[in-house]
């Protein structure tokens, strides 16, 4: 009974934050919604961003679900009229991943006056970075060897970073609830993580 009414006040808080954010709460909470299915939801996050495009304000809304065997992104993007459509609309997404799928969970802090950081204080500012696969960054740069006379070519030498999704929120521009909220859903999705490799 504990279980189930967990669940429902967790899929109430969904929903009351996705209102919140004041982006088109009836398409947005349709298409999360729609994604989770009947899953019990174990943590969330929503996340409104606005960008400036040269004279025009666009808003984007990213929501994070994590259910007990997937993770769920649901973006969704504002468009002004173009050439094809003479009005104004909207575009929603949703990507559903198999926990097991899920390769890294990186939370970035920013802490101000590191001297005195107090535990539990706070970040001034997290980048939470989630990957799957699906995007990967190759940064490439040519090789060398440590004789400063040589002219061979070494080749190439690089990393490849896992970069599906990466979210910045701060307290100055989200606020601190946001802020709080971010650092609950990664630990959250850490541990999930966690339960599916045991």
């Not at 649901?74 to 050439?83: L, N, P, V």
């Amino acid at each position: 009974m504990d279980g189930m009414a967990k669940t429902s006040t967790t899929t109430q808080g969904l929903r009351a934050a996705i209102e919140r954010s004041g982006y088109y709460p009836a398409l947005v909470a349709e298409a999360v919604e729609a994604a989770v299915g009947g899953e019990p939801i174990r943590s969330y996050l929503v996340h409104q961003e606005t960008t400036f495009d040269q004279n025009e304000v666009r808003r984007h809304v990213t929501v994070l679900v994590l259910t007990g065997n997937r993770f769920i992104v649901s973006h969704t993007d504002e468009q002004a009229a173009d050439t094809t459509s003479p009005t104004p609309y909207a575009t929603t997404s949703t990507e559903s991943v198999k926990l097991g799928r899920i390769s890294s969970v990186v939370l970035s802090r920013v802490v101000a006056n590191p001297e005195s950081y107090k535990p539990g204080t706070l970040p001034r500012e997290v980048v939470l970075t989630i990957g799957w696969g699906a995007v990967s960054r190759i940064d490439l740069e040519p090789a060398a060897c440590g004789d400063p006379n040589c002219d061979a070519d070494h080749g190439y030498t690089g990393s490849s970073t896992a970069d599906d999704l990466s979210l910045r929120v701060s307290e100055a521009g989200d606020g601190p609830e946001t802020v709080r909220q971010t650092l609950v859903f990664a630990q959250s999705l850490s541990e999930a993580t966690v339960d599916v490799t045991r």
